[in-house]
């Protein structure tokens, strides 16, 4: 599985980004794809995960701000980031789980300015 990832950028606090991430490859095999995160200093955290059947799980940092959701027709799973703060200043990975491979898309940095 290969991924893209895109939709990273600076933001003022408040603002909103939307982030891409287009799988191909072996894409029948994904049962799951997400969105994890690095900031400066920090480990790497899980940020938002979908599911093949739907199920979508968040971070407590981001619930409520964030929504991960997809389009099958593109093969393209979204992280629609609203009322961004600067606590979300990170570069963010997108990532996909098959029963073959855990397979990771390049980092997009994302900068929330105060």
Do not use: H
């Given at each position: ?10 933001v003022q606090?408040g603002?909103?980004?939307?982030l891409s991430?287009?799988a ?13 995160r ?5 480990q790497?955290?899980l ?10 799980n ?5 619930k409520g701000?964030f ?10 799973v979204?992280?629609q980031m609203?009322?961004l ?14 029963s073959?491979s ?10 929330v300015?105060?």
């Amino acid at each position: 599985v290969q991924l893209q990832a895109s939709g990273g950028g600076l933001v003022q606090r408040g603002g909103s980004l939307r982030l891409s991430c287009a799988a191909s490859g072996e894409i029948s095999d994904i049962w799951a794809m997400g969105w994890f995160r690095r900031a400066p200093g920090k480990q790497r955290e899980l940020v938002a995960v979908i599911t093949k059947g739907g199920s979508t799980n968040y971070a407590d940092s981001v619930k409520g701000r964030f929504t991960i959701f997809r389009d099958n027709v593109e093969n393209t799973v979204y992280l629609q980031m609203n009322s961004l703060e600067p606590e979300d200043t990170a570069v963010y990975y997108c990532n996909a789980q098959s029963s073959k491979s855990s397979s990771w898309g390049q980092g997009t940095q994302v900068t929330v300015s105060s």
